[in-house]
């Protein structure tokens, strides 16, 4: 099937081609070292793919928020040993300055990679002249990096349209889960919307009403839709002045047939801190000094079988607040159901957001999931029916 976008399958023969690749390497460091390198893995598949076929593979990407100044902070030149150690492979660094003759002296099947692209201004206003400066070091360009791809920069945008563009292997897979999930999914359809605040998600929710046959609300928004209903929900997170926006979207919800499910039974506690005197209570018995902090027991057993009745899940934002003890209870007991399922071949899961990935590895299911992507504002600007401007520059 053609894709709608190129892939490392069209770009044909590419010994000794430089082609500059866009990844995503800002990892987190404490003392010089990367304490998460889940970044640099994702690159892996791309980036060996590239030097194994014989081209000059030149890295681009940004570190920080240097805005236009250059510093050894925010030198990518500090992440090239641990980024070598996860490719198992030498990785050469390469400073803006001199970067011509730099790039001139490798060999096929070298990689490289540059200098912080935010060294210059330039980068995060997509300047033709910087877009002229990194081109000039390439023949082709990869995009690799989703993650950043919801921002129209030099490296992420710019650059698709001065030289032959491609998708790298990551970039692929997650367009191509996103599309399972969203663009054309199996029906029934289902997405489960957590975290803390209905303000962070209101156009993802709003989208989502027009796209999935149930959406299941947790975490704290669902305070605040039960708050807009006339439920008493005491001293829990709840955005009030929000109320006729969320009447808003359960009315469109209605018009798209979109079965919205709030829970009706809450686990609430009077102090928010590990392992408290909890009560389980239906949602109209919270008492004005107690908190819902997580859905409980009698709902999420009926969210799973909703599921079991879904083809496709699209899931960002925790049931509950997931790091306190016990109100990760809801959020793991559907995650594992949602993988059983997966697992089964019944359900179809793409899940996204960064508080829901340490969810979702907290339940110690995030492998068994279809696809759980690492990008948090791309994934759910994406889940906003937004058109990514570094994905759009892609399209054939
Ligand atoms: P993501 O990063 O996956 O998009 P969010 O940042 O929107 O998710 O929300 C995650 C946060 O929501 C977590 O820190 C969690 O503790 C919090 N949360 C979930 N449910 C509640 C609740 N009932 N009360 C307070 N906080 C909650
Ligand atoms: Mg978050």
Known sequence: MTKAFKTLDDIGEITGKRVLVREDLNVPMADGAVTDDTRLRATVATVSELADRGA???????????????????????????????????????DWEGATDAVAMLQPGDIAVLENTRFFGGEEKNDPAVVDRFAALGDLYVNDAFSAAHRAHASTEGLAHVLPAFAGRAMEAELDALEKALGAPEHPVAAVVGGAKVSSKLDVLRHLVTKVDHLIIGGGMANTFLAARGVAVGKSLCEHELASVCEQILDAADKANCIVHLPYDVVVAKEFKPNPATRTVNVHEVAA??????????????????????RTLVWNGPLGAFETP????????????????????????????????????????????????????????WMEGRELPGVAALRR
């Open 56 to 94: 000059i593979v030149l890295i681009l990407a940004h570190f920080g928020r240097p805005k236009g100044i250059p510093s050894p902070e925010f030198s990518l030149s500090q992440v090239v040993r641990p980024y070598a150690a996860v490719l198992g492979r030498p990785v050469r660094y390469v």
């Open 289 to 310: 000094d107690e908190m819902i902090l997580d859905v409980g027991p009698a709902a999420v057993e009926s969210l799973g079988d909703v599921l079991k009745n879904c």
């Open 326 to 381: 016990p109100f990760d209870t809801a959020t793991v007991a559907l995650a594992k159901t949602a993988a059983a399922l997966t697992q089964d071949g019944s359900l179809v899961s793409v899940a996204g957001g960064g508080d829901t990935v340490a969810a979702l590895n907290h339940a110690g299911v995030a492998n068994a999931f279809t696809f759980v992507s690492t990008a948090g504002g791309a994934f759910l600007e």
